[in-house]
């Protein structure tokens, strides 16, 4: 048996044509799909046309302090010697093997270190790497915006020229070429081809097996029904499961950059679902997917036909005034904004604000902030303004350039040159199922807050002609946020202890933005607590106690302290409002079209 594995699997003739045929191929390929690119490329929300002129600037700065390059040159000579004699005592048998787990997930077939030249391949490239970005942020002189975005996309760029992602230099893709004989490059072409015609003309990275999941067949199944809708949103509200449910009302106000069920994915690791089983009669805004009659559409009307037409929609449907609240992200920076709005207004409906994952002070917003700047603004309204939106793929690349290796170079390893299928996995299939941006709220949204910050001023902004102020909500409050985040790094999301008045409580869980927040009990998602607030989230975190598990019960625990009581259950369509159609909606169903 292990001679027959010996044996090669191969034809080197049929592999040769193969890969003539894939050459071929590649070649009609690269000229249909650099046809169809803009004279600048478009990355995301970002820009390339002005990466120049900081490049430039990056240039000037070393020219002026040629010490930084030539330190670093010395760090890389030594660097690399010490990694040529490894690899020089590897293959005279002076030195054994020195198995270790891989760090980076790059590089964890078992090629990449136990084979002495693959071994080599990737040293060389990591002190490269560390080579190059220490250079790049040892200058000094260039102010932090242009330090951030030069510094951004040198680590696009060295991640791009990363050994695994090319053909000769990943063990894993030879073997599996040779075995094949070139069958796996084949089959990546054509997922290739798939993901540039799904892309109309753009490259749309498959992720995942988009034909396995069905909206409320075996992805957002929890039953309900839409018993409210306008331009903007429709209300959902869940069928109860329990006899007896909370007087209270609880409303989730997710994010509209994408869509409500990564709350409602599997049954299993159900937000919505598992909240219903507390007792809770829920409600969730499910936005519309905006197409260009909406391009006038402002963060102002989000507030009006969202939240504000939800609470009235929600005592129409209870007769309960007051609500408990949950906002996600771009959903808990509107929360807060309607928040302040109602306090300004004398209104107390909202009971409780629960914020997942959220921005309002949005003075570091990591490496978002390369996207931001003035020039790439001008640029991004332009393109928003011919179309009256923004297109949903240009939000998933900025979102995946800011873990390029995980979300990026993965998949066209996996799909190109491995060319493999991809499997069914339900936030993946969520992540690809992006909308669009009214052009109007876009620019709003991204100037006033990202870009000015002005939501964390008092008064720096106006809705309705009513001036924000986040220190006038004394509302309790619950701040949920994700120690991986790289949307809304989590020591930002702190800043918001310090605005409001009322009490509040800030819970940090493990893993990211996402897989963070939906770390349903008996998941393996810890997170930390600590009732005290310091000033700085380093002095929250060292005081925090750690705790295994699932935060969704500290959470529940914290909202049934403010509860008033028990009610039978209310079934959707039995108060005034009444039952348009099944959850989860038409509007969730509108796929975008890049």
């Not at 209300?235 to 869509?259: A, D, G, M």
């Not at 519309?288 to 507030?303: C, G, I, R, T, W």
């Not at 870009?451 to 964390?456: F, G, I, Y």
């Not at 509040?504 to 893993?511: G, Q």
């Amino acid at each position: 048996m292990a001679d027959k594995l010996m044996q090669p699997t191969w034809d080197p003739l049929v592999l040769a044509a193969q890969l003539q045929k894939i050459a071929k191929q590649s070649q009609t390929l690269m000229q249909r799909f650099l046809s169809n690119q803009p004279a600048a490329i478009k990355l995301g929300i970002g820009d390339t046309a002005s990466l120049g002129f900081d490049f430039f600037e990056l240039m000037t700065k070393m020219m002026i302090n040629p010490a930084v390059v030539a330190s670093a040159q010395i760090d890389l000579f030594n660097d690399t010697l010490r990694v040529w004699q490894k690899a020089a005592q590897r293959m005279l048998m002076l030195r054994a093997h020195e198995a270790d787990a891989p760090k980076d997930k790059r590089f964890k077939h078992p090629e990449w270190s136990e084979n002495v030249i693959f071994s080599f391949v990737k040293e060389s490239y990591l002190v490269a790497t560390k080579s190059i970005l220490s250079a790049v942020r040892e200058v000094k002189g260039m102010d932090d915006a242009t330090a951030r975005k030069v510094d951004f996309y040198t680590r696009q760029f060295v991640d791009a020229l990363s050994p695994s992602n090319f053909v000769a230099t990943n063990p894993e893709v030879l073997t599996a070429t040779l075995q094949s004989g070139g069958q796996n490059l084949l089959r990546g072409l054509e997922n290739l081809l798939v993901d540039l015609e799904r892309g109309n003309g753009r490259l749309s990275i498959t992720m995942t097996d988009l034909k396995a999941f069905r909206l409320s067949e075996n992805i957002a199944t929890t039953p309900g029904k839409i018993v409210y809708q306008n331009e903007l949103m429709q209300l959902i509200q869940y069928r109860p499961s329990t006899q007896e449910v909370r007087r209270r009302p609880l409303l989730i106000v997710p994010p509209w950059i994408n869509k409500f069920y990564v709350l409602d994915l599997q049954p299993k690791n159900s937000f919505i679902k598992w909240a219903v089983d507390q007792g809770h009669t829920l409600f969730v805004i499910s936005w519309v997917n905006p197409d260009q009659k909406l391009a006038e559409k402002s963060f102002e009307n989000y507030m009006l036909e969202g939240p504000l037409a939800a609470l009235a929609a929600i005592e129409s449907a209870t007769g309960e005034r007051n609500v408990n609240t949950i906002g996600y992200c771009l959903g808990g920076t509107l929360l807060a904004s309607t928040a302040a709005y109602l306090a300004a207004k004398g209104d107390d409906r909202i009971a409780s604000a629960t914020y997942f994952a959220t921005l309002v002070d949005f003075t570091d917003v990591g490496d978002m902030a390369v996207f931001i700047d003035e020039e790439q603004l001008v640029s991004l309204e332009r393109r928003m303004q011919e179309r009256g939106y923004l297109e949903a793929q240009d939000m998933v690349t900025a979102f995946n350039m800011l873990r390029a290796n995980d979300l990026i170079w993965s998949f066209v390893v996996d799909n190109y040159l491995l060319g493999k299928e991809q499997m069914p996995f339900d936030l993946l299939f969520w992540n690809s199922d992006s909308t669009r941006m009214p052009a109007a709220m876009h620019s709003f949204y991204l100037r006033k807050m990202y870009q000015q910050n002005l939501l964390a001023r008092s008064g720096g902004i106006s809705l309705a002609g009513t001036p924000i102020d986040l220190s006038t909500i004394k509302t309790p409050t619950f701040i949920l946020s994700t120690r991986e985040d790289h949307i809304a790094p989590w020591k930002s999301t702190y800043a918001a202890t310090r605005l409001y008045s009322g009490p509040v409580k800030f819970v940090l869980s493990a893993s990211g933005h996402m897989a963070g927040v939906i770390s349903a009990p008996g998941s393996k998602c810890d997170h930390w607590a600590n009732d005290n607030l310091p000033p700085s989230p380093d002095e929250w975190f060292a005081g925090a106690t750690p705790h295994l598990g699932s935060w969704w019960p500290v959470w529940d625990e914290w909202v049934t302290q403010l509860d008033s009581g028990r009610v039978p259950a209310r079934e959707p369509g039995g108060g005034k409002l009444t039952i348009i159609e099944d959850a989860p909606g038409s509007y969730v169903r509108v796929r975008w079209a890049a």
